[in-house]
DNA sequence: CCCTGATTCGC
DNA sequence: GCGAATCAGG
């Protein structure tokens, strides 16, 4: 795919709001985070910082080349301004956030969906193994807690707690597979049909 | 390990 | 101009 005027809009904005490279890569598709990098360089909307601050590679001709090595150029680390690594998002309030305000329907605080569109249905929330429940209630203690912000492809998006209080994040802990979910919350989320077939009570 | 952006350089 | 490979870090 080549850099299309709209695709290049769509970069200039995601990059401007902060997003990361290869969010916006695959925003676009077709692409690698390396080639929105180097496009971003090449259009040279680069230093994401102080927009003042002129951030330039100082031109590559003062060194002289005594350097029988092609490897491992100077270290490009010159310029030195003041950091300010979050643009905006200022964002003390958690439940103002998406995608899960509107169903909370449950007081066993228990699953609500997360993130967003591709996840599987949630098991009706009871009809789970005792083991399965103990192990959970295990790993959520050492649970990285992460927020919704904080979530990847890769970690358990698993949800804890009460959406609408302070004790409320993501199991967090890395995934099995290419599952949402960490180890034992896969064992919770996706219970065989034969297990779950005929649970009497 | 996962991720981030930065740079280089052949195309 | 483009972006894979590589580098440098968190």
Known sequence: ?????DR???LKKMWGEGQSASQIAKELGGVTRN?????VHRLGLSNRTTAGAAAKTDT???EPKAKPV???PPKAKPVAVEPEPEPV???PDLKTEPAIAPNTPRPPRNQIIPAGQPLPPQPSANEISPEALAKVNEIEKKAKKLSLMELTERTCKWPVGDPAT?????CGLPVKQGKPYCEAH???????????????R
Do not use: C, L, N, Y
């Open 89 to 91: 998002s200022t964002k």
């Open 166 to 170: 302070e004790d409320f994040w993501f």
């Open 70 to 72: 092609p490897k491992a």
């Open 1 to 5: 795919m080549s850099w299309t005027d």
């Open 35 to 39: 080639a929105v990098i180097g496009k």
């Open 60 to 62: 590559p001709k003062a």
């Open 186 to 200: 896969v064992g919770v989320a996706f219970q065989p049909m034969s297990a779950r077939r005929d649970r009497r």
């Open 8 to 10: 290049v809009e769509i």
